[in-house]
């Protein structure tokens, strides 16, 4: 087959959550649609003294949810070979390297190795370490590393550890994983935007009023209570997920739609963003922590009461704020960001706010002007999760004599065939990764430059410890804050689900 990926993929941390939900169907997807075929091998490590046989029942059974046939299952799990290891001793990488060699040979796979650390940051550069000392990376073939966010901590702890891993590894050869980037409508913002003129001539600060990114999250922090509460929502999700977004949506246009141009221009977008500082960061930054609450019929803890979570706990589980960006596309146009968990619903949306027109041209005969009677705003929505698609919302008349506006919403939803059959995000990751591709993952000037922009947050906060935590209900959207970053500069939040439950007296 022409698409068929020749590798041997070693996932460190092989027994994790991570392996069992996400990669090992994602591969069996690829190994259904021919993209990997005979000339693939995996071998999972992890410390437990699994037998080879033991790891191949769990790879089917993370993979049964996809119906795989009889024969589609025996001939996918023979791929996979199992070493216990422990990655800090070095004398235990020799098994490795023995089996890693005997499958390249066994499926003529030349050389070429992907090492996936689906494990604690604290181990990457302990691991790239041995990768080379103990020579498993050899100079057959490529060899390419992914590894899952975090990236550190702050911006010293990812400087430390990416020069532990860049001792190793080139950066073309680094794959960091933000699997937000995978996604489908995370991708079709280029599209929406490149191939589109009626956006890309608008796509600026003489027409576009504000810009909302809001990454919603109906759930606490359910098991991941222990993580959670040393990360928080700034570093769990605006420092990658929120930031990426942002930097696809501000860039300016790649000559050639390629990953290294497209690199370069999202992370001039991110260097653009207006490092605050401590001052303007209290300012424009509002964090909150939810509290007990009640949605319909369902009841909500509190976050200080969750599992693993300390009962005086100050880590925020919300954030709102609002970015400048210093060039001359964006001059003047605030880019307004919020997530939290325990919201009113599960969505990510991104909202594209235009400019009213100058005038009211439909004001009464002879009427003085009103320099704020200008109009409805037209909105492009694009809806990233659960639904997927975008939106146009223009003005148009309301029936009857008088010509007064209404806003109609022009709306395209992928139907739940499509979405059925869309490539999960790791999906196409791994196969991004497979080709060499990384036009979806993370450079370090990209990650770097995030961190130099939470950090001054972070910091700003850190010097403020006294908050008044918890300060929203669970099942509302955010504290009373993130609603008052707008309103002052004359704007308010597009999406406002909890109005509608409200109505319906569903919502205190």
Same mark, same amino acid.
């Given at each position: 087959?022409?698409?068929?990926?020749?590798?041997?993929?070693?996932?460190?941390?092989?027994?994790?959550?991570?392996?069992?939900?996400?990669?090992?169907?994602?591969?069996?997807?690829?190994?259904?649609?021919?993209?990997?075929?005979?000339?693939?091998?995996?071998?999972?490590?992890?410390?437990?003294?699994?037998?080879?046989?033991? /790891?191949?029942?769990?790879?089917?059974?993370?993979?049964?949810?996809?119906?795989?046939?009889?024969?589609?299952?025996?001939?996918?799990?023979?791929?996979?070979?199992?070493?216990?290891?422990? %990655?800090?001793?070095?004398?235990?990488?020799?098994?490795?390297?023995?089996?890693?060699?005997?499958?390249?040979?066994?499926?003529?796979?030349?050389?070429?190795?992907?090492?996936?650390?689906?494990?604690?940051?604290?181990?990457?550069?302990?691991?790239?370490?041995?990768?080379?000392?103990?020579? #498993?990376?050899?100079?057959?073939?490529?060899?390419?590393?992914?590894?899952?966010?975090?990236?550190?901590?702050?911006?010293?702890?990812?400087?430390?550890?990416?020069?532990?891993?860049?001792?190793?590894?080139?950066?073309?050869?680094?794959?960091?994983?933000?699997?937000?980037?995978?996604?489908?409508?995370?991708?079709?913002?280029?599209?929406?935007?490149?191939?589109?003129?009626?956006?890309?001539?608008?796509?600026?600060?003489?027409?576009?009023?504000?810009?909302? %990114?809001?990454?919603?999250?109906?759930?606490? %922090?359910?098991?991941?209570?222990?993580?959670?509460?040393?990360?928080?929502?700034?570093?769990?999700?605006?420092?990658?997920?929120?930031?990426? #977004?942002?930097?696809?949506?501000?860039?300016?246009?790649?000559?050639?739609?390629?990953?290294?141009?497209?690199?370069?221009?999202? #992370?001039?977008?991110?260097?653009?963003?207006?490092?605050?500082?401590?001052?303007?960061?209290?300012?424009? /930054?509002?964090?909150?922590?939810?509290?007990?609450?009640?949605?319909?019929?369902?009841?909500? *803890?509190?976050?200080?009461?969750?599992?693993?979570?300390?009962?005086? *706990?100050?880590?925020?589980?919300?954030?709102?704020?609002?970015?400048?960006?210093?060039?001359?596309?964006?001059?003047?146009?605030?880019?307004?960001?919020?997530?939290?968990?325990?919201?009113?619903?599960?969505?990510?949306?991104?909202?594209? %706010?235009?400019?009213?027109?100058?005038?009211?041209?439909?004001?009464?005969?002879?009427?003085?002007?009103?320099?704020?009677?200008?109009?409805?705003?037209?909105?492009?929505?694009?809806?990233?999760?659960?639904?997927?698609?975008?939106?146009?919302?223009?003005?148009?008349?309301?029936?009857?004599?008088?010509?007064?506006?209404?806003?109609?919403?022009?709306?395209?939803?992928?139907?739940?065939?499509?979405?059925?059959?869309?490539?999960?995000?790791?999906?196409?990751?791994?196969?991004?990764?497979?080709?060499?591709?990384?036009?979806?993952?993370?450079?370090?000037?990209?990650?770097?430059?995030?961190?130099? #922009?939470?950090?001054?947050?972070?910091?700003?906060?850190?010097?403020?410890?006294?908050?008044?935590?918890?300060?929203?209900?669970?099942?509302?959207?955010?504290?009373?804050?993130?609603?008052?970053?707008?309103?002052?500069?004359?704007?308010?939040?597009?999406?406002?689900?909890?109005?509608?439950?409200?109505?319906?007296?569903?919502?205190?």
């Amino acid at each position: 087959m022409t698409n068929e990926q020749r590798a041997l993929l070693t996932i460190f941390g092989a027994s994790g959550d991570l392996a069992k939900r996400k990669l090992y169907p994602s591969l069996f997807r690829l190994y259904r649609k021919g993209y990997l075929n005979e000339h693939f091998a995996v071998i999972g490590t992890a410390r437990r003294e699994w037998t080879q046989e033991t /790891f191949q029942e769990i790879v089917a059974s993370s993979i049964q949810a996809l119906h795989p046939t009889e024969q589609e299952l025996q001939s996918f799990i023979r791929h996979f070979y199992y070493q216990a290891l422990n %990655v800090s001793e070095p004398e235990q990488y020799a098994a490795l390297k023995t089996l890693a060699t005997q499958l390249d040979e066994t499926y003529h796979l030349a050389g070429n190795q992907l090492f996936y650390l689906a494990m604690a940051p604290q181990f990457f550069g302990t691991i790239a370490g041995h990768l080379h000392s103990e020579n #498993i990376v050899t100079p057959n073939g490529f060899h390419r590393l992914i590894i899952e966010k975090p990236f550190g901590s702050d911006y010293h702890s990812a400087e430390q550890l990416n020069e532990e891993i860049r001792s190793v590894f080139d950066e073309d050869d680094i794959f960091r994983i933000d699997h937000y980037l995978g996604k489908e409508m995370v991708q079709n913002i280029s599209a929406v935007r490149f191939g589109n003129n009626i956006f890309e001539s608008l796509w600026n600060h003489k027409y576009i009023d504000n810009v909302q %990114v809001t990454l919603a999250e109906s759930l606490g %922090v359910e098991e991941r209570g222990g993580y959670y509460d040393q990360s928080g929502a700034l570093k769990d999700m605006v420092q990658n997920h929120i930031l990426q #977004i942002v930097a696809l949506l501000a860039m300016e246009a790649p000559t050639v739609f390629t990953d290294k141009n497209i690199r370069y221009e999202k #992370i001039k977008a991110l260097e653009s963003i207006r490092l605050y500082t401590e001052q303007e960061a209290q300012k424009n /930054f509002v964090r909150g922590q939810y509290a007990e609450g009640k949605l319909g019929a369902k009841e909500f *803890s509190s976050y200080q009461d969750e599992p693993n979570v300390n009962p005086r *706990s100050t880590t925020e589980t919300f954030v709102a704020g609002k970015l400048l960006i210093d060039n001359f596309r964006w001059k003047g146009v605030p880019f307004y960001i919020r997530t939290g968990k325990r919201l009113t619903e599960k969505g990510t949306r991104i909202h594209i %706010v235009f400019k009213p027109t100058p005038i009211n041209v439909f004001r009464e005969a002879n009427a003085p002007i009103d320099e704020n009677d200008t109009g409805l705003r037209n909105v492009l929505t694009i809806y990233i999760q659960p639904t997927e698609g975008f939106s146009l919302t223009l003005n148009g008349k309301t029936i009857g004599g008088d010509y007064q506006l209404r806003p109609i919403k022009l709306d395209y939803r992928h139907s739940s065939d499509t979405l059925d059959n869309t490539p999960e995000a790791y999906e196409k990751l791994l196969l991004d990764a497979l080709k060499g591709d990384a036009t979806n993952f993370t450079h370090w000037d990209e990650v770097a430059q995030s961190w130099r #922009i939470v950090d001054i947050i972070r910091q700003a906060w850190d010097s403020q410890p006294e908050v008044d935590f918890p300060n929203y209900a669970s099942g509302t959207m955010g504290p009373d804050a993130a609603f008052e970053l707008l309103e002052r500069d004359g704007f308010q939040w597009v999406w406002q689900p909890d109005n509608w439950y409200r109505e319906h007296n569903q919502l205190p």
